[in-house]
Each structure stands twice: as C-alpha cells, then as structure tokens.
C-alpha cells in the first residue's frame, strides 16, 4: 500500500467508511475528525482490521490541516456532538482539557502501557498530570536534503548547521532551468502552517512573540531579521508561489526532486524515503538549523487522538484509541510496509527496538524531539509555554491573523516592515482585549 494510493483515496474533505460484516445491522458507528497527513491516512487503510476485531464501525472525515482545526474547534466550542474523537494536538489539548470539553485518558488498559509514551509527548498531551489525547506519532522538525546536490554544489552538511550556511546551500543547489529550487519551506498562512515555521525559525534569531508583561514584540531587530532572512532567501532559492505551499505542497516536490532541501516535520522522513519519492536513496537528515544564540528552530508536536466530552460513544471512543495508539498497530504497520513506515516519535519502546535503529532518520528525529523544550524555546524570557506556538487560549486565532499579514509580504503584496507592524497592531489589540495588559 503506497501512500499515494491511500492520499489519493481520501479528499480534502472525504467520508471513508469501515463498516465489517453485521448481520444484525446494529453496529455501532464512531465519527473520527482527523488531518489528511500521511501516517493519519494510512491509519484508515487498516481501519477494517479494528472493525473485525470489535464490530465498531468508523466513518472518517478528513480535512486539510486549517480547516480541520476550524472544523474541529467550532464543534467542541459549540458542543456541536459532530465527531467521537477528534485529531488535535499539543496546543489544544491542554486548553481543552483544562475547560473540561475533553475525557480523560486516566483509564487505558494496562496492555496499553501508557507509561511507554515518550514524556515530552505525554506531557504536551497533558493538563494537571492527566492525559487528555493519546499521540498517533510525535515530531519535531528538522532538515531533509538531497545528498547528490549537496555534492554536485562542493558542500557538506553539518549535522547542526546554521542558517548562514542553509542560505549558501540553497543558492548554490538552486538550478531554475531544471526546476530544481534550493530550498522548500512552509510559506501558508495558518498558525500550524507557515505561522508555525516561523514562530519557530524566529526563536532561533532571538526573537519572541511576547515580553514578560504580555507586549508583542513584531518591532524588534530580532524579528526584522527572521522575515527579511526567510523571504531573502525563499526569494532567491525557493519556489514560485512559496508563500501558498505548506506541509504537503513541499512534500510533493521534494518527491518529484524540485527541491534541494526542505525543513519541516520528522514525520515526514518515511515519505521521501519512500516508495513515492523519485529521490528517496539521495536524502540525508540534519538538525534544523541556528543563529548560534542557543536555540534551534526545530518544534515539538504530536498529531493526538482525543475524545470530546459530549460524545455518546465514549467506551468505542476509547477502544479505537487504545487499538490505533498501540504497539501492537506498529507491529502491524511494520509487518505489512516495513520499519521505516511505523508513526514515529510517540513511544519509547520504538526507539529501544534494534529494527527501528536500523531506520536511517530514527536517531535524527528522536535527538530533534529531545532537544526541542517548550518551557525555555527563546533567547530572552518569555511568558509562555510552547516553541511554534504560545500556550494561550487566544494564541490561534491572533496567530492565524499575523501569518495571513506575513504570507502577503512573502507574495509581494506589502513589505516585511508593513506586516510586522501590522502583526504588532494585530497582536497588542487581541491582548488588552483578552485582558492581559
């Protein structure tokens, strides 16, 4: 099973079905929200083997990143009862929990082995030292590149390079008269998708979303310097139209060989390693990249399963989770795709495994999960928890707002310095209305 076989069976908004064999007709039905990623559509190529073994059925709804979150948040906020379990992540998830819109995971079998969760994944998925969502896999972010243009431009990698040397890279791998772009970045306005890149890429330059008295801080040097770098470089090394391109669009062309590097998410190794990749045996892996003031701009994330407080199916609810977050469903992943196709980055037990270590980017992205700390991820001191993002219930949608004013610039449409200030405005305002300053 490719995972362009299974991409392509499920749309940007798609109802997959398992329904199994009930002659009774009284099965019961759980409703799954989840994000149209890779591992999470593999995921429900194997459904019908959770629906033999518990006659539950599953119908799948799954979504582009933004507009699973818009889809998923209005549902919980309204208590619209739409979906049993719903794909969220490490921003969510303790908000949730702490409202109390979510059930907790305090009771999983023993069989489930919670404590076998990797505990910066636990933790992120965590309000009070309770569990509220169970991680499908966990990621950090890093550097994949093609190996055979890094040679053919006289350059080696570092393991943990710097920007300065990811910019020269980048001019030197570009060949525009073969497509070929010297670097792939998120550029999408959304605060998980081009927003998340660079909240992340800036705490690298030193810069921070807020003060210590909750002041945004769009007008300092240090976020001067993250755009006009970002945009420099993806100007002169990136791709017409980097500025809609996130997670999967740069996926698809550093499969199709049109980029020379790309930085994101771990989890996205196993794809262009894989089947569907033209260039899967000319990829080497590389911490993402620094400024030499302590932080790298690499994140911490985890794609989660979590039940919503209102649903009717809460004993199905948790039997899926408990079956798709298991290390029996990586057993059953390896057995029928291989070591390097398993969700990666949740369990510890997977990285102890001698078949996992032999996986060329396992070391690569645990060590990027490890070095990654949400409670110290800037230069300077910062109020909030969390590295691409600020742990506040108001973060999302000012995010979201900023990344739309910082996309325009990525496109040409105002300068960097029109949309920081905007962003500075943007920001301040949401927070003396929120009542923080």
Not at 89 to 106: F, K, Q, S
Not at 229 to 248: H, I, L, Q, R
Not at 336 to 342: H, R, S, T, Y
């Amino acid at each position: 099973m490719s995972f362009r076989s299974t991409l392509c069976a499920a749309t940007a908004l798609s109802l997959v079905t398992a329904t199994g064999a009930f002659a009774d007709g009284h099965a019961k039905t759980i409703t799954i929200a989840t994000v149209n990623n890779g591992d999470m559509v593999r995921m429900q190529g194997y459904t019908d083997t959770f629906t033999e073994k518990t006659g539950i059925a599953v119908e799948w709804v799954t979504l582009e990143e933004n507009t699973l979150r818009q889809r998923v948040t209005t549902d919980i906020t309204t208590k619209g009862g739409q979906f049993d379990i719903m794909t969220i992540g490490m921003y969510e998830t303790p908000i949730w929990g702490a409202n109390g819109w979510l059930v907790a995971l305090d009771d999983l079998s023993a069989e489930y082995d919670v404590d076998d969760i990797l505990p910066a994944m636990a933790g992120g998925l965590s309000h009070d030292g309770t569990l509220y969502a169970a991680p499908f896999y966990g990621e950090s972010s890093m550097i994949m590149y093609r190996t055979d243009l890094m040679e053919k431009a006289g350059l080696e990698m570092p393991d943990a390079p710097t920007w300065e040397f990811i910019a020269e890279a980048a001019a030197a791998m570009t060949d525009r008269d073969n497509e070929i772009n010297g670097i792939c970045l998120r550029g999408k306005a959304g605060w998980g998708e081009g927003g998340a890149f660079i909240t992340a890429m800036s705490n690298s330059f030193g810069a921070r979303w807020f003060d210590m008295e909750w002041n945004a801080q769009f007008d300092t040097e240090a976020w001067a310097n993250t755009l006009n770098f970002y945009k420099s470089m993806m100007d002169a090394s990136g791709p017409a139209g980097y500025a809609t391109n996130g997670f999967n669009e740069n996926l698809s062309l550093f499969n199709q060989g049109k980029c020379g590097m790309w930085i994101d998410a771990t989890v996205a190794a196993s794809f262009v390693t894989g089947d569907d990749s033209t260039v899967a045996d000319s990829v080497g892996f590389a911490l993402a990249p620094d400024t030499g003031l302590g932080k790298r701009s690499n994140w911490l994330w985890a794609w989660a399963l979590a039940i919503p407080a209102g649903t009717q199916q809460q004993a199905e609810a948790k039997q899926f989770i408990e079956w798709a977050t298991s290390k029996d469903y990586i057993e059953l992943v390896a057995a029928k795709e291989g070591w390097a196709n398993v969700p990666p980055g949740a369990r510890i037990s997977l990285y102890e495994n001698p078949e996992y270590q032999k996986v060329p980017f396992a070391k690569m992205t645990l060590d990027s999960i490890l070095s990654a700390d949400p409670a110290n991820s800037t230069v300077e001191p910062s109020p909030y928890v969390g590295i691409q993002f600020a742990a506040i219930p108001e973060f999302a949608g000012i995010a979201t707002e900023v990344s739309q004013e910082f996309s325009a610039a990525y496109a040409g449409q105002q300068t960097v310095e029109e949309a920081l200030a905007k962003a500075q405005a943007i920001t301040n305002e949401a927070m003396e209305a929120a009542g923080y300053k």
